[in-house]
């Protein structure tokens, strides 16, 4: 049975150069912390970040700054978790509780990726409704078609993924900072906001609120995945290396998502805190009261376009989260579209019945109803994982040490006092209603506080009640030691992939030698990637079709020393869906392909289509390098 990985179709796609310096590492092992970081600058973090700007000025900075310092530790946690053990936090909650455990753990996972996800609908439709006009009812439903953009992305591979995150991050970055210029903050004020205090009793409230939706509780499994993308050596040497790198990445990441955050608060502070507007709580009141009080119109443009980059963004995180914790709990594995699609059907649901019952004045009040739910569940994530990482068993000696141990459980009963806080007091503001929706919330009220308390008891005592060894015992090198004799079966039928490159020379004469090595065919093959080609597949007949038939040809007649039998044929489209038709198709048992070149900053933004082939095909690749740079292989 083979081993089940984490977000399988990207799993180890990224090579790790090395022999390179520590820059080129660097930007390999660099991506995954900037997927996680836009969960912590989605709309509900504007919400908060502008709520307590406008109310407090720059008092409660120290608040955004102790808020990141715990992202950071528990992020590294997570990222610790997914590199030493191979396991994604979903899947080793899984091999660690019981079946019905795991149940209530993804059930409150959902409903907090679906809550976030509300966030980002609201905000998106808010972005739009700034921008162009566009009435929300309308702007939360052309938020569904974002599903194509993650369909889009997943079939790009990680690398673009990542770095059409790093264009959305750098593109909200640069809208707030050109706000801060704008809006002209009081740098002195700025500093004393470091400084940790309170400046009344109700301020309380709106520390609860940033720290809240700060860390959210999906990124912690999503890491833990993702951070699997590298294709890391299993060695102590390797897993160090990888640490290191990783929680460089996270400092850099969260840290850009920190200065972010706090350039919302400064803005808040510095315009509507200063003008004596105390009680701007609602991103739309904050947009139309930007361009007369910084006196620029564009202002408000680069704020909503900072906020429909936000939703987007958040939005990816939040499909790739909701794929992990599905396979990981309950082993259901859907297509990312499906699954994306799903997601935000159930988001977009309670958003439009909002705006048909309450009308738009009604959507500030679901976004602080979605950043509830995110608070309620964010225990049954970090407790979780500490846990896992102090464990010996599953960790090795790659445990977190006793002071880490310590920070990372003070971290979580800050957080989930907090958040119990902020959550009862939600809660304790519904059952005062009157009516209907009262009476609905005191009658669920009771059961549910009861069954998540009940839960998160056992969650906190299960590893000193039970003491329950791991169900799969990971370690290092997995598997027993194979036994090592002929093949089970001879090539039938080489395949070797050509791009008309500097690497096919080398490509043609290793397949070429194989083959005659093995007395089987080989077949070579070429992907036409024009635009008419990828429209009209073989009838297009355009030139550069006919051109790479024709330069096929003279390969095939090249070869003509090696005594094999050669064919040629002609894909149409991406190589990366393109080959493994043609190989299945043929039978090839084995399949050589030139390395792709690319290096440094070309890898990080392209990535590599060899790593997709590899894990599209379950027959072997044999991945070849150019010895002559320049040489064409006629």
Request: with cysteine; hydrophobic share 50%; charged share 15%.
């Amino acid at each position: 049975m083979a081993e089940e990985r984490s977000l399988s179709e990207v799993h180890s796609t990224v090579a790790i150069p090395e022999k390179r310096g520590f820059f080129r590492r660097l930007l390999a092992f660099g991506g995954p912390a900037y997927l996680i970081s836009v969960g912590y600058m989605d709309p509900g973090n504007w919400a908060t970040d502008i709520a307590a700007g406008s109310r407090y000025g720059y008092s409660l900075m120290w608040v955004l700054l102790m808020s990141n310092a715990m992202a950071v530790l528990l992020q590294s946690l997570s990222a610790r978790l997914g590199l030493v053990s191979g396991r994604d936090l979903a899947q080793a909650c899984r091999d660690r509780y019981p079946a019905p455990v795991n149940i209530a753990l993804w059930i409150l996972c959902e409903a907090a990726i679906a809550a976030c996800d509300l966030a980002e609908v609201i905000g998106s439709a808010i972005g739009l409704q700034l921008l162009f006009g566009i009435p929300l009812i309308y702007g939360v439903l052309i938020t569904v078609l974002d599903t194509f953009l993650i369909l889009f992305l997943h079939q790009a591979g990680i690398r673009k993924m990542e770095a059409f995150i790093l264009v959305m991050v750098a593109t909200i970055g640069g809208c707030f900072l050109a706000e801060i210029i704008f809006s002209r903050p009081d740098l002195p004020g700025i500093a004393r906001g470091f400084i940790p205090g309170l400046p009344d009793a109700d301020a309380l409230y709106f520390a609860i609120g940033i720290l809240g939706a700060t860390v959210m509780p999906h990124n912690l499994y999503l890491h833990s995945s993702l951070v699997q993308s590298r294709k890391v050596e299993k060695t102590a040497g390797g897993i160090h290396q990888s640490l290191k790198f990783n929680l460089i990445d996270s400092v850099v990441a969260l840290n850009i998502a920190f200065l972010i955050n706090a350039a919302i608060l400064v803005m808040a502070a510095a315009v509507f805190y200063r003008a004596g507007l105390f009680d701007v709580a609602e991103i739309q009141d904050a947009h139309r009261l930007l361009a007369p009080l910084v006196g620029s119109k564009l202002a408000p443009a680069l704020f909503a376009v900072a906020l429909i980059c936000s939703g987007q963004s958040s939005t990816i995180t939040g499909t790739l989260a909701g794929q992990i914790v599905m396979e990981g709990f309950v082993n259901i594995r859907l297509r990312p579209w499906l699954r994306r699609l799903v997601t935000r059907s159930v988001a977009v649901v309670p958003a439009v019945a909002t705006i048909v019952w309450l009308g738009e004045q009604g959507m500030g009040r679901l976004l602080i109803l979605s950043q509830v739910v995110l608070s309620l569940q964010l225990s049954f994530a970090v407790v979780p994982l500490i846990h896992m990482v102090s464990d010996r068993k599953l960790m090795g000696a790659f445990s977190i040490p006793p002071w880490v141990k310590a920070l990372s459980w003070a971290a979580a009963g800050i957080i989930a006092a907090l958040n119990i806080k902020l959550v009862t007091g939600e809660v304790a503001g519904w059952l005062e209603k009157g009516g209907l929706a009262g009476q609905a919330a005191r009658a669920a009220a009771l059961p549910a506080a009861t069954a998540v308390g009940l839960l998160l008891l056992y969650i906190v005592a299960e590893p000193f009640l039970f003491r329950r060894g791991w169900k799969r015992r990971p370690d290092v090198h997995r598997g027993p030691e194979p036994e090592v004799g002929e093949p089970s079966r001879p090539f039938r039928k080489i395949a070797a992939a050509l791009d008309f490159g500097p690497a096919d020379a080398e490509v043609l004469s290793r397949a070429a030698a194989l083959a005659s090595s093995a007395r089987c065919s080989l077949l070579l093959m070429h992907c036409v990637e024009s635009a008419g080609a990828k429209a009209l597949g073989r009838e297009a007949g355009d030139t550069e079709s006919q051109e790479d038939l024709l330069r096929l040809k003279r390969y095939a007649v090249g070869l003509g020393k090696y005594d094999v039998e050669v064919e040629t044929e002609l894909g149409f489209g991406h190589p990366v869906r393109v080959i493994p038709e043609i190989i299945h198709r043929h039978g090839v048992d084995l399949l050589v392909v030139g390395a792709h070149g690319q290096k440094g900053f070309s890898d990080w933004l392209y990535g590599s289509t060899i790593d997709e082939l590899r894990h599209r095909l379950n027959i072997s690749v044999l991945v070849v390098g150019r010895e002559t740079p320049g040489t064409n292989g006629e």
